[in-house]
């Protein structure tokens, strides 16, 4: 969460943009809606049954005791606790983050959700509880400070300094350090803690809260499995919030770079948003893309920028490559997702299946044997275009990045794909053609050529080495070449980035 946020209206508190499920509608007369007993009744209903804002201090009791219930009212109240919790922390690091290490400092203590009662770590007033109503140990515990003062004559004066009445208080206060820091129950003991032992407990108990949040904060940082970042969070809820996106129903896949969730598709100004959408949100754990860096950093289009970016820039160079590619791709018709919007690391395209199922990857699907001959020259097809008409290699081409949807084949996740001048694009060119004709071999095409022919038929090259070895040195001669002529072409041929992420 941003820091203003803390403080902003929260929209996607109305606009859930996960969806929220249906409420059943019971049909009803006319006569029924008039009926003022009806009216009566149902506001009766209302009352009861109204979700209450705060929670009684029972509900955090209960929860304290890690109590089982049956009564879903009561289930429904320890999870928003849990939820306004969770939230009332992020709000605690936030105005911390907010006002570092300022003497003047701001706080955000009106916007909590839990009462500072409840949040058995938000306080540091004293909490007797000896002197409360609502401890459910009460009854348990020793008797109760003596009060204060001067309790008349001949007696002694108590002050608050009164070794036992302080050893007491700070036993009691042990239930401000927070739930992780097991401080046992105390039932039957009178417990009383020194100063000194009060307060290395305290500290310890504060310098575990910190290793904590930042172990926590880590893992917020970072789109891990499933699991998306804050950030990551915030720009789809602003997608649904400025209503490109209706809903964000559910992932569909979560790989090692990125995590695709389908989207009813909502509007924008200037283009039609698909009624159904795929969103790929390219991860920001980098380990993945680190092995990727010989795609993009060699790739003339990007090398300029990609010396001098940081990691988390370079992700969204993914997401823009792969924006690039799918635009080109679209615009000579070759089916493949189109593009809806870029926004950082977060690309929406059009979906590629029906009613929220995905179109299966060919190497899933069963098809007739008329069919995957088709299919098989569709392919080929295919990489033809996109080597001389959107001058791409796919560079990752496999049965797992090909779909079939409506009787025909669609190429998908092209952010890797390179031009062919790229230093390596030929050898990509040459896997990617050992990968389709492996697999059409296997589903036994009798047209499928070998790798060899294949990749001259898609280059228009004409190699003609025997084996494969051979075929490679003399593949890696001819990139020495294009090499050499892009370098002389220097900036000459550098694509111009026709859009700007940032710009949208
Ligand atoms: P990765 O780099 O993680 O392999 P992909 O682009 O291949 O990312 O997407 C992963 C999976 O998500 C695909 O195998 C496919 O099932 C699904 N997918 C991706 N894009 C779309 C789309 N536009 N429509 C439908 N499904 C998609
Ligand atoms: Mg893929």
């Given at each position: 969460m941003e820091?203003?946020?803390?403080?902003?209206?929260?929209?996607w508190?109305?606009?859930c943009?996960?969806g929220?499920?249906?409420?059943?509608?019971?049909?009803?007369?006319?006569s029924?809606v008039m009926?003022?007993e009806?009216?009566?009744e149902l506001q009766?209903?209302e009352?009861?049954?109204?979700?209450p804002h705060t929670?009684?201090i029972?509900?955090?009791?209960?929860?304290?005791?890690g109590?089982?219930?049956?009564?879903?009212?009561?289930?429904a109240?320890?999870?928003?606790?849990?939820f306004d919790?969770?939230?009332?922390?992020?709000?605690?690091?936030?105005?911390?983050?907010?006002?570092?290490?300022?003497?003047?400092s701001i706080?955000?203590?009106?916007?909590?959700?839990v009462?500072p009662?409840?949040?058995?770590g938000?306080?540091?007033?004293?909490v007797?509880?000896?002197?409360?109503?609502?401890d459910?140990y009460k009854?348990?515990?020793?008797s109760?400070?003596?009060?204060?003062?001067?309790?008349?004559?001949?007696?002694?004066?108590?002050?608050k300094?009164?070794?036992?009445?302080?050893?007491r208080?700070n036993?009691a206060?042990?239930?401000?350090?927070?739930?992780?820091f097991q401080?046992?129950d105390?039932i039957?003991m009178?417990?009383?803690?020194s100063?000194?032992v009060f307060?290395?407990?305290?500290?310890?108990?504060?310098?575990e809260?910190?290793?904590?949040?930042k172990?926590?904060?880590k893992?917020?940082?970072?789109?891990?499995?499933?699991a998306i970042?804050?950030?990551?969070?915030?720009l789809l809820?602003?997608?649904?919030?400025s209503?490109?996106?209706d809903?964000?129903?559910?992932?569909?896949s979560?790989?090692?770079?990125?995590?695709?969730f389908?989207?009813?598709g909502?509007?924008?100004?200037?283009?039609?948003?698909?009624?159904e959408?795929?969103?790929?949100?390219?991860?920001?754990?980098?380990?993945?893309f680190?092995?990727?860096?010989?795609?993009i950093?060699?790739?003339y289009?990007f090398?300029?920028?990609?010396?001098?970016?940081?990691?988390?820039?370079?992700?969204?160079m993914?997401?823009?490559?792969?924006?690039?590619?799918?635009?080109?791709m679209?615009?000579?018709?070759?089916?493949?997702?189109e593009?809806?919007?870029?926004?950082k690391?977060?690309l929406?395209?059009?979906?590629i299946?029906?009613?929220?199922?995905a179109?299966?990857?060919?190497k899933d699907?069963?098809?007739?044997?008329?069919d995957?001959?088709?299919?098989?020259?569709?392919v080929v097809h295919?990489?033809?275009?996109?080597?001389?008409e959107?001058?791409?290699v796919?560079a990752?081409?496999s049965?797992?990045?090909?779909?079939?949807?409506m009787?025909?084949?669609?190429?998908?996740?092209?952010?890797q794909?390179v031009?062919p001048?790229?230093?390596h694009?030929?050898?990509?060119l040459?896997?990617?053609?050992?990968?389709?004709?492996?697999?059409?071999?296997?589903?036994?095409?009798?047209?499928?050529?070998?790798?060899?022919e294949?990749?001259?038929?898609?280059?228009n090259?004409?190699?003609?080495?025997?084996?494969e070895v051979?075929f490679l040195?003399?593949i890696?001669?001819?990139?020495?070449?294009?090499?050499?002529?892009?370098q002389?072409?220097?900036k000459?041929?550098?694509?111009?980035?026709?859009?700007?992420?940032?710009n949208?």
């Amino acid at each position: 969460m941003e820091p203003g946020l803390a403080t902003a209206p929260q929209p996607w508190r109305d606009k859930c943009p996960w969806g929220s499920s249906p409420s059943p509608i019971t049909p009803c007369s006319l006569s029924d809606v008039m009926s003022e007993e009806l009216v009566k009744e149902l506001q009766q209903q209302e009352a009861s049954a109204t979700f209450p804002h705060t929670i009684g201090i029972d509900t955090a009791d209960l929860i304290r005791e890690g109590a089982e219930t049956s009564s879903d009212l009561l289930l429904a109240q320890m999870l928003q606790m849990e939820f306004d919790r969770e939230y009332d922390a992020q709000l605690r690091r936030e105005e911390s983050k907010l006002n570092g290490d300022s003497k003047v400092s701001i706080s955000f203590e009106n916007y909590r959700m839990v009462h500072p009662f409840e949040e058995s770590g938000s306080s540091e007033d004293e909490v007797d509880w000896q002197d409360t109503q609502l401890d459910p140990y009460k009854l348990d515990k020793p008797s109760a400070n003596p009060k204060r003062g001067f309790a008349g004559k001949g007696k002694e004066i108590t002050t608050k300094h009164d070794e036992e009445a302080c050893g007491r208080r700070n036993t009691a206060r042990m239930e401000n350090f927070g739930p992780e820091f097991q401080v046992g129950d105390g039932i039957g003991m009178d417990l009383k803690l020194s100063n000194r032992v009060f307060n290395e407990l305290k500290q310890h108990s504060y310098s575990e809260r910190r290793r904590s949040a930042k172990i926590h904060e880590k893992k917020e940082h970072s789109t891990s499995d499933q699991a998306i970042d804050s950030r990551t969070r915030l720009l789809l809820y602003k997608m649904v919030n400025s209503g490109v996106l209706d809903n964000i129903n559910g992932c569909i896949s979560a790989g090692k770079e990125s995590v695709v969730f389908h989207a009813s598709g909502g509007s924008l100004a200037d283009k039609i948003v698909p009624a159904e959408c795929a969103v790929k949100v390219f991860k920001t754990t980098l380990n993945e893309f680190k092995n990727r860096d010989k795609y993009i950093k060699d790739d003339y289009r990007f090398r300029d920028r990609f010396s001098k970016l940081n990691p988390r820039k370079i992700i969204r160079m993914w997401a823009e490559k792969e924006m690039h590619n799918l635009t080109r791709m679209h615009q000579v018709g070759i089916p493949c997702p189109e593009v809806v919007l870029l926004k950082k690391h977060i690309l929406v395209m059009s979906f590629i299946g029906q009613d929220h199922v995905a179109a299966p990857k060919l190497k899933d699907v069963q098809l007739s044997n008329e069919d995957m001959q088709r299919a098989y020259h569709q392919v080929v097809h295919m990489m033809q275009q996109l080597y001389t008409e959107c001058n791409l290699v796919h560079a990752d081409l496999s049965a797992y990045n090909m779909l079939w949807h409506m009787g025909k084949i669609w190429f998908i996740d092209v952010s890797q794909s390179v031009e062919p001048t790229h230093p390596h694009g030929l050898q990509f060119l040459f896997r990617d053609c050992k990968n389709v004709s492996q697999f059409f071999q296997k589903m036994g095409v009798a047209d499928a050529v070998g790798e060899r022919e294949l990749f001259n038929a898609v280059s228009n090259l004409a190699i003609t080495e025997e084996n494969e070895v051979d075929f490679l040195v003399e593949i890696e001669a001819l990139q020495k070449i294009n090499e050499d002529h892009v370098q002389k072409c220097g900036k000459q041929s550098k694509l111009k980035t026709d859009e700007d992420p940032e710009n949208y």
